[in-house]
């Protein structure tokens, strides 16, 4: 056990880079999985009937093909097929992004529908242009109802980061795994594994409240007391099949 | 180097893929059974009267829930290695996804009304009675959606017990990749099964939910 501490300690700028490739992969990740659900859900909502289809194509595609085959097929089959070679962190965040993105845009999708028609008839009546009415009136409401569902999706991406490890990029699970194999000591390894990702994701939840209290103030609402160590919401339970 | 896509590696492992895929789908089902009915005990332990019950139980499931499925499994078959990889990846794969389950049903539980528990302290049914033949029937009666889609999203994440050395499809098609050095044509046709099978499924399950009124 004692062996198991000093060899961590000894690992530790290793564990350290480790756990930064994690961070890394979850933050440029998700900022692609944001952007492609933005891109994707608004496409969704388009009036013509291409521009539907083709978004409706791309969700599917990436939601149905499992992202473990996805992350594969970048870093496995892209290079055989085109001879162009991706680092594995670049495939990961190809990957979380793609895969992310497509759940995420069912999301913005819906947030969006969920916007009283009213609020829309409104601004049609102030003469307002599409992409003023989109900024000012609906993206502000429906971005409240979409954080909590894009918390539980942030989530999930930070629990798919070890899949890095097979793909040897050198993420955090890869460091511990290194400490495992030198000190044979398996399960406080792996509890200590636990354990970090049970942090990471505790702090990208408290972030993400955050972030909700201060969408809700800006349309006037009360965030309601102790809001902000809740680790799920209600919404999330309802639509966390549908989202899926 | 620019090679293009070989049909005859296409031929040559679909029937190990489909072979694999046939411990694929056991995973799914066993596993999904095993998170319907543990994430049911956890959601009436989560209410249980004492808090000797209910804190841990949530606690422990708070845990499971935020931390990846990738390590529980790697771990799990590292400290126990005399049990089969399989069994070991139906038992991960159910408990991780009854924490999903157990919200689904805490959901429905919420749902009975407040007048449905009086009724049957006012009948001074017992607890059991209460579960069994009064709460339980309303509760789980709208979930049979929301855990086809668990099943779904659980079926795209077999591919893990790969790692931990089950042979299922996409343990196949690596397999087929290195000894062949085909991976663009394995790993196309593995993504090919998953959507063929999950998207119809979707659908379905689409359609359900319509049915029952969410």
Known sequence: MSDFFSTLLDEFPQVRAGLW???????????????????????????????????????????????????????????????????????????????????????????????????????????????????????????????????????QLLKATPLLWLISAADLMTAVEHVRSRTGETLVSYLLLLVAYFVLAYALTLLMNLLERTAKRRLGLHPGAGSLLKTRTAESAATAGGTR | MSQTFDWDAVRDSLPLLLQGFRVTLLATVLGTLVAAVLGLAIAVAGRAPSRWVSVPVKTVMEFVRATPLLVQLVGAAAVFTSVEPLTIGIVVLGIHYATYTSEVYRAGIDGVPKGQWEACRALSLTPRRTWQAVILPQAVRNVLPALGNYAISMFKETPFLAVITVQEMVFEARKYGTDHFAYTEVFTLAGLVFLVASYPTSLLMRKLEKRLGH
């Open chain 1, 21 to 155: 490739v994690t961070v890394e992969a979850t933050v440029l990740g998700s900022l692609l999985a944001l952007l492609l659900s933005f891109l994707l859900g608004l496409m969704a909502g388009s009036r013509l009937l291409p521009v539907r289809g083709v978004s409706r194509v791309v969700v599917e595609f990436f939601r149905g093909t499992s992202l473990y085959i996805q992350l594969f097929w970048l870093y496995y089959a892209m290079p055989q097929l085109t001879g162009y070679e991706l680092t594995p962190l670049v495939c990961g965040v190809v990957a979380f992004g793609l895969n992310y993105g497509a759940y995420g845009s069912e999301i913005v999708r819906g947030a969006i529908n969920s916007v009283p028609r009213a609020q829309y008839e409104a601004a049609v009546a102030l003469n307002m242009t599409p992409f003023h009415r989109m900024r000012k009136v609906i993206m502000p409401q429906a971005w409240v109802q979409m954080i909590p569902s894009f918390t539980n999706l942030l989530i």
